[in-house]
Each structure stands twice: as C-alpha cells, then as structure tokens.
C-alpha cells in the first residue's frame, strides 16, 4: 500500500477513535472517512484492533522524536514534556487517552506493543546518558520511564489536575537527584 | 442507612462492575445482587456515577491502611507493593481496572476523588518522614505518590508486563536516592 494512503487509514482511524470512541469505531467508518475500499482495508487489517494498532504505533500524531538536548536532565524533561503535551492537548490528548482507556478493556489492542515500540525509540537517550556517566550503573531505563511516564498519566487523566509548568522539571529531579534527604535533590 | 447495608450495596456494586464492566452496571442490577430495594438505593445515590463513586472510596476491597513501617523507604516500598496488589491480584485488579478504565471516558465518575482521598490518607507518610528529616525539605509529596502509582499502572496495564519481586525496591530507590551518577543510589 502507498505511503499516502496508509496515512490516510491510519489518520481516519485515529479521527475517528477521538470523536466516538472505541466502541463505535467501525472499519465501514474509517473506509468512508479515509476513501478506501472497506475490502483494501481488511486485507491489510484483519480486524479493528489490529488496525487500531497499527494506527498507534505509525501515525504521525503519536510520532516519538527522541529529544537530544545535550544531558539526560535536559532529554528526560523534554521527554516528560511531551508526555504532558500527548496527554493533554488536543488532538493527541483525546486519540491517546480514548486508545489507552479502551486498552485496558481490550487486551486485543495490544496497548503494549505501543509502549515497547516508543521504549525502543526511547532507549537512545540512556544509551548515550550511560555514555556520558550521567546514569548511575544500576539505574533501570524502563523503571524511569514508567515512573515519568506514570506520574504525568495519574496528574492529568487520573486526578484530572492540571498539570502547572514546573510538573517536568520537578519529577524528573526526583528521579535524577532523589527526594530522600541523604540525595543530592 | 446501616453500614451493613451500605457496605453489600457497594459489595455488590464492585462485584457488578468487575464482573460486566461500567457500561452494564445498573442500579437495578445492584438492588437485585445486594437485596436493596432499587428506590432505596436511588434515594441515597441519585445516579450511577454518584453510587460507584461512593464505593470506590468507601470499599473494603480497596481500602488504604497507610503503612507504617518506621522509615519513609519502608512506607513508600509498602504503598507500592500494596498498589501492585490492588492492580494485580483479583478481586481488586478487576475492580481499579475497570474503575479506572471507564472513568478515563466518564468524568462524572470523578476517580480525581477517589486519588484525592487515598492521598489524603498517605500525608502521614510524608508528615512523619518530614519530622524524622528522611524527606528533602523541597520534595512534593504528590509528585512523589503520582511516579510511583502510575509507575505500577504503566508496567502492570498499559505495557501488560508482569511486575517483577523487586519492582517496589527498585522504582522507591530511584525517587528517594535517585539515579543520576551523582546521586546516592
């Protein structure tokens, strides 16, 4: 399938999701939305979440750009802050909060097949942060990811608060510089 | 009402919602599971949203004994292993799931109350590791309880990985000591 057109799915899938949900997702609604023969769209994905999958991990509103700011301080706060843009400013915020909602009752979503594709992106930041000698030896990537990750997840979805300026700034010390008082925090 | 009665009413409401979800939970469904007449229930909860909010916060299945271990990395490594616990282990996995899952489409199932009340529940935590001098004077609590819940939620919902024995010492670790190479973990 041309490039183009499988953007074309991938956005209308995406659109689609935002606008009504999981449930009313239909493939008869994205072949309508996009143009493309409903038929050409089942032969590529055999089912909607294997097309809503898809959707996530290629379509351009989800894109991961690793930050490479110079420090791990300065690309995990970059990393945070576009966590809290993809969480809370449309239309990114209403795609990944619809997908990740409805993944929890649909493990067919493969949510987690998502999460691994952005950590594999992700890696490079603690590759050259090991590098440098910014990570200490036993620190755990996926461990910091999910806590960073986590935390903006809980402020802005769970607790509905808004997530004020320093948010990025202030997780990421805690993870770098610890809030124990024998840390460097 | 009975606390008795109060208490199979939002027995019965959690049973309903793990066992058929948010969208199949009705108050009729609940009257008939607790044996409460259904004018009863409504009279003291006008709606859905209001009844299982109610048993959210007020369930014993979910409920928060903060611990007290007697040091802050005690605490915190105990607040997690019971998060991992109340999103792993059934009957309150399917529970917080599906609680949580819906209310990320309903926000008039207001889950911010629900975090709001366990956290008030963890400040002592955080007010005696103040006292004892284990907490760094500019660390945010709040901060501190979002990277380590949605840290739990991440791994264990969204990527689906099991959570490993040593995930609670390790994720407390990296916020109270940090894991930049100048920091003292």
């Given at each position: 399938?041309?490039?183009?057109?499988?953007?074309?799915?991938?956005?209308?899938?995406?659109?689609?999701?935002?606008?009504?949900?999981?449930?009313?997702?239909?493939?008869?609604?994205?072949?309508?939305?996009?143009?493309?023969?409903?038929?050409?769209?089942?032969?590529?994905?055999?089912?909607?979440?294997?097309?809503?999958?898809?959707?996530?991990?290629?379509?351009?509103?989800?894109?991961?750009?690793?930050?490479?700011?110079?420090?791990?301080?300065?690309?995990?706060?970059?990393?945070?802050?576009?966590?809290?843009?993809?969480?809370?400013?449309?239309?990114?915020?209403?795609?990944?909060?619809?997908?990740?909602?409805?993944?929890?009752?649909?493990?067919?979503?493969?949510?987690?097949?998502?999460?691994?594709?952005?950590?594999?992106?992700?890696?490079?930041?603690?590759?050259?942060?090991?590098?440098?000698?910014?990570?200490?030896?036993?620190?755990?990537?996926?461990?910091?990811?999910?806590?960073?990750?986590?935390?903006?997840?809980?402020r802005?979805?769970?607790r509905g608060l808004p997530?004020?300026?320093?948010?990025?700034?202030?997780?990421?010390?805690?993870?770098?510089?610890?809030?124990?008082?024998?840390?460097?925090?």
């Amino acid at each position: 399938m041309a490039p183009r057109k499988q953007r074309e799915i991938f956005d209308a899938t995406l659109t689609l999701l935002a606008r009504r949900g999981y449930e009313s997702l239909t493939i008869e609604g994205v072949a309508e939305l996009s143009g493309v023969n409903k038929t050409t769209i089942y032969r590529w994905w055999p089912s909607k979440p294997a097309l809503l999958a898809a959707a996530l991990v290629e379509a351009d509103a989800l894109a991961l750009d690793p930050p490479d700011t110079g420090s791990l301080r300065g690309d995990l706060e970059a990393l945070v802050d576009g966590m809290i843009a993809l969480l809370t400013r449309p239309p990114s915020s209403e795609i990944v909060v619809a997908a990740l909602g409805a993944a929890v009752h649909h493990a067919e979503l493969n949510i987690g097949g998502f999460f691994a594709d952005r950590f594999a992106r992700e890696q490079e930041i603690f590759d050259r942060a090991r590098a440098s000698g910014e990570l200490a030896a036993t620190a755990d990537p996926m461990t910091i990811v999910d806590l960073l990750a986590g935390a903006v997840w809980v402020r802005a979805v769970f607790r509905g608060l808004p997530v004020e300026p320093g948010f990025a700034r202030r997780a990421v010390s805690a993870v770098l510089d610890g809030v124990g008082s024998g840390a460097t925090g």
